[in-house]
């Protein structure tokens, strides 16, 4: 495996500059891609600003951009330096970055220009360069104002003496991580160089990338998930990845396959699970001959091969690694995948695990798990029940965070006296190493006979219910109760037509819009009625629900989309 001699983004950059120098790194995609040299040219150039505006080693620098090629630039130079990347998501708010630049004490900030203005609340006194990442390419990028903070152009007389950067070791501060778990209150994650490239050569070792494999980017950059696997571990190896110019709906994913025909995508369950939900199972179920027909094993495996080879036709017809993280999957779409021959596999980390800590190549992948515990690192159960084995995933290596920014008191309750790293999550290990996530340990809950129950497996079977977009279950009064948000869609189509009906008066309009109305309230209740009993006959006695409410809004989520349960959990205090 030809990797970089130090684990340093610097030894990293010289690395791929040097082996793959002309072959293509980084673009958009159906454009052309900056060549290995050409980012190493252009990494150098913004390097040499950040050094001339007094960026030295240490200092934190803030990337705050959707996805583009300038992104990877950006992280490369400022990490390369030696000083500190602290990467945004772009769905945090005005006020969470304004909190965030001063807690990082971030002395720089790279912002592109759809999002510089969250910053027009102004900048700290202590940041001392503000640079556009959309137009680095010559880094003549003008002035922006921003209340007062300048956005500084290089023709600056100030800045023509070259400084020479400090080499980082593998042990510096190389990125924080700021995350906004489900639980609430932010924190900030140290990885080190050694971290986040220890985890990329661990990886490297049970799934091979080599130059000639394309990526399509589609999650947002600022994930530890994306940037170590779908950013760094491509950059290390000389592969090729695109980005997208807009949001990842249909019409720009669909088209932007076609022209980058990738052979390595990553994702998160939702998208696959709702491709199969909405384009397969219908399919499959519509009608009393396919859903006898599919009854029978090979008959079904036959369909789910023949659906498959369409799905992959759609994204390009080239895939040989469909990679999978961020929630558990769903086990009938699962099946679906393996029946089908499909290339996926499955994942399991945290952003303070750099990120992996399980996983495996498609060709090893086990129904529900996300794999053994990858090369070079460390997996554990703490305290595993006698009966099922479940209890608290541990993991250690060098992949693990130092600790969380300014936060000595956290940093100490996650981690045992002896090094190991506690995730939080709740997991069994099988016979063959392989791992089995059960769900987050303070998300469980324990019936009134002392039986582990796991919300996040009662919401993956809502969640194939036919029209269920998203759930949440919780305990109420010592039951178990699920909100569901229903795909209103067609409901939105019968408005539309309705207010686009001609011929009729203003009283003609209302009774008919009263009448819809109440039509679909009673649909919708019947529908809930229906999902419950379906679900209820997929889960054993004590984890069957009691009611199913409607969540007429979407969920509250975190910048990582993942629903705000603290909220809710809440919100129901006040009703138990």
């Keep these: 495996m030809n990797i970089p001699k130090k684990k340093t983004f610097q030894s990293l950059l010289e690395h791929s500059v040097?082996?793959?120098?002309?072959?293509?790194?980084?673009?958009?995609?159906?454009?052309?891609?900056?060549?290995?040299?050409?980012?190493?040219?252009?990494?150098?150039?913004?390097?040499?600003?950040?050094?001339k505006k007094g960026i030295k080693k240490g200092d934190k620098v803030v990337l705050l951009?959707?996805?583009?090629?300038?992104?990877?630039?950006?992280?490369?130079?400022?990490?390369?330096?030696?000083?500190?990347?602290?990467?945004?998501l772009i769905d945090f708010t005005e006020e969470e970055i304004a909190k965030i630049l001063?807690?990082?004490?971030?002395?720089?900030?790279?912002?592109?220009?759809?999002?510089?203005?969250?910053?027009?609340?102004?900048?700290?006194?202590?940041?001392?360069?503000?640079?556009l990442m959309d137009r680095l390419t010559s880094l003549s990028i003008g002035n922006l104002e921003l209340n007062g903070a300048v956005v500084e152009a290089t023709d600056d007389p100030d800045l023509q003496t070259y400084i020479a950067p400090e080499e980082p070791s593998e042990d510096d501060l190389a990125a924080i991580l700021y995350t906004s778990g489900t639980t609430g209150k932010p924190k900030g994650v140290m990885l080190t160089h050694k971290n986040i490239l220890s985890n990329a050569v661990n990886t490297l070792r049970m799934q091979n990338v080599t130059p000639e494999d394309r990526l399509l980017s589609v999650l947002p950059l600022p994930h530890t998930y994306e940037c170590t696997i779908g950013f760094i571990i491509p950059f290390m190896c000389g592969a090729s990845v695109s980005y997208l110019e807009k949001l990842p709906t249909p019409a720009v994913l669909l088209p932007a396959m076609q022209m980058v025909k990738p052979t390595m995508i990553l994702t998160v369950p939702l998208i696959i699970e709702k491709v199969y939900q909405n384009k397969v199972l219908p399919k499959l179920t519509g009608s009393a001959v396919m859903r006898t027909l599919t009854r029978q094993k090979h008959i079904r495996k036959l369909f789910h091969r023949l659906a498959i080879k369409k799905i992959n036709k759609a994204f390009g017809g080239h895939l040989r690694f469909f990679g999978i993280g961020g929630a558990k999957l769903n086990e009938e779409t699962e099946i679906f995948l393996r029946n089908a021959g499909f290339p996926y596999a499955i994942g399991y980390g945290l952003t303070e695990t750099s990120p992996l800590v399980a996983g495996c190549g498609p060709q090893d992948t086990k129904l529900?798990?996300?794999?053994?515990?990858?090369?070079?690192?460390?997996m554990c159960i703490l305290d595993p029940n006698p009966h099922t084995g479940e209890g608290e995933i541990l993991t250690r290596g060098s992949n693990v965070m130092l600790g969380y920014y300014k936060e000595p008191g956290l940093t100490k309750e996650v981690f045992t006296k002896d090094g190991w790293f506690k995730t939080g999550d709740l997991?069994?290990?099988?016979?063959?190493?392989?791992?089995?996530?059960?769900?987050?340990?303070?998300?469980?809950?324990?019936?009134?006979?002392?039986?582990?129950?796991?919300?996040?497996?009662?919401?993956?079977?809502?969640?194939?219910?036919?029209?269920?977009?998203e759930s949440l279950v919780y305990e109420l009064k010592g039951k178990l109760v699920?909100?569901?948000?229903?795909?209103?869609?067609?409901?939105?189509?019968?408005?539309?037509?309705?207010?686009?009906?001609?011929?009729?008066?203003?009283?003609?309009?209302?009774?008919?819009?009263?009448?819809?109305?109440?039509?679909?309230?009673?649909?919708?209740?019947?529908?809930?009625?229906?999902?419950?009993?379906?679900?209820?006959?997929?889960?054993?006695?004590?984890?069957?629900?009691?009611?199913?409410?409607?969540?007429?809004?979407?969920?509250?989520?975190?910048?990582?989309?993942?629903?705000?349960?603290?909220?809710?959990?809440?919100?129901?205090?006040?009703?138990?």
């Excluded at 069994?428 to 039986?451: M, Y």
């Design 18 to 51: 040097t082996s793959f120098a002309a072959r293509p790194a980084l673009g958009f995609a159906g454009q052309d891609s900056l060549t290995y040299a050409e980012v190493g040219e252009r990494v150098a150039q913004l390097r040499d600003l950040l050094l």
């Design 65 to 88: 951009s959707q996805n583009m090629p300038n992104w990877g630039v950006s992280y490369l130079a400022v990490t390369s330096m030696g000083a500190v990347v602290v990467p945004l």
């Design 102 to 131: 001063e807690h990082s004490e971030a002395k720089g900030i790279i912002v592109s220009e759809k999002q510089a203005h969250k910053l027009r609340g102004g900048l700290p006194d202590r940041v001392k360069i503000a640079l």
């Design 368 to 378: 529900q798990s996300t794999g053994p515990v990858i090369p070079g690192q460390e």
């Design 427 to 469: 997991g069994v290990i099988d016979k063959d190493g392989f791992l089995f996530i059960r769900g987050r340990l303070k998300n469980v809950i324990v019936s009134s006979t002392g039986e582990n129950i796991y919300p996040e497996d009662i919401e993956a079977v809502i969640n194939t219910q036919r029209h269920v977009l």
């Design 482 to 576: 699920a909100k569901v948000h229903l795909n209103y869609e067609e409901i939105d189509k019968r408005y539309h037509e309705l207010r686009n009906s001609a011929g009729k008066s203003y009283q003609d309009f209302k009774d008919s819009a009263n009448h819809i109305y109440k039509q679909t309230q009673e649909k919708v209740r019947n529908h809930l009625e229906e999902i419950q009993r379906r679900v209820n006959k997929r889960l054993n006695r004590f984890s069957r629900l009691t009611m199913i409410e409607e969540q007429v809004e979407p969920f509250e989520k975190t910048p990582t989309k993942k629903i705000k349960r603290f909220l809710y959990y809440e919100k129901n205090k006040d009703r138990s």
